[in-house]
């Protein structure tokens, strides 16, 4: 990857545990550097996680009073990145509970540098059948034909979160 710090990495957070910051950890170590960490909600158990990351010069945490559901807390991430990142020329996405690699993040962060332009989305194509739970496999495939519907594009996973 070119610039790793051209980017920034929009996390969703409720509850979340050491896996969070192991990968805040991991992202940090090879060379990514701005990182907007949302708490929605979470309760007094995470205290601890978010006064961790919040520590570290690299993060921001941005918080919600209640728990409003992730894609409130990917508005709340994007919204910030907009009006205070004018620098970077995208945001990459994270699961704060491990279900992205760092090498997932650098692998979008990649494209978005080669297509500064586009929506860039990871795909959970390469999962068996039994990795996806049928509800779940359902749901990605009425989400993906409704934005094929309404965007004329055609997405293999609109659930992914990276």
Known sequence: MNNKTDLAIVIPA??????LLKLVDE?????FDKFIIVNDGSGPQS??????????????????AANLGK?????TGFTYFLENFKDCIGAVTADAAGQHSVLDVERIGEKLQ?????????SRKCWSREEIVSKKRLLNWFFRYAFYFFTGIKVMDTQTGL
Do not use: S
């Not at 894609?71 to 508005?75: F, S």
């Not at 080669?114 to 990871?122: A, C, D, F, K, T």
């Open 14 to 19: 409720f509850d979340p545990d050491d896996r």
């Open 27 to 31: 992202l940090i170590e090879v060379g």
């Open 47 to 64: 205290k601890e996680i978010f006064c961790t990351l919040a520590a570290k010069p690299q993060c921001l945490i941005l918080e919600h």
């Open 71 to 75: 894609g409130r807390a990917l508005k």
């Open 114 to 122: 080669e297509h500064p332009n586009n929506l860039i989305i990871g």
